[in-house]
């Protein structure tokens, strides 16, 4: 094997584990982001899809923000 291949153990590589801290502070931010720009539609009078659709994509964000904080809590690695 070259040199400039990583060496793994038998077996293969190693596993996979969850960057649960970046997804908490990328569901913040989507959170956030999205929230105030369905407000911010809301009240330019733009057609109402658009507020809709944010307040979903938040509502998906926060719902995101919960699953990974229990996982925080419950001490999963990440």
């Known amino acids: 094997m070259p040199e400039s291949q990583p060496r ?3 077996g293969g590589a190693d596993t996979a ?3 649960l801290t970046l997804r908490l502070v990328l569901a913040t931010f989507g ?3 999205c929230a ?3 407000v911010l539609t809301f009240l ?3 057609p109402l899809v658009f507020p809709i659709a944010l307040a979903v994509l938040a509502v998906i964000a926060l719902v995101d923000l919960m699953v990974v ?3 925080k ?3 999963e690695p990440g």
Do not use: D, K, N
């Open 73 to 75: 809590l419950r001490g």
């Open 44 to 46: 330019a009078e733009v």
């Open 8 to 10: 793994y153990p038998e």
């Open 31 to 33: 959170l956030v982001i």
């Open 36 to 38: 105030v720009f369905a």
């Open 17 to 19: 584990r969850s960057a």
């Open 69 to 71: 904080a229990r996982r």
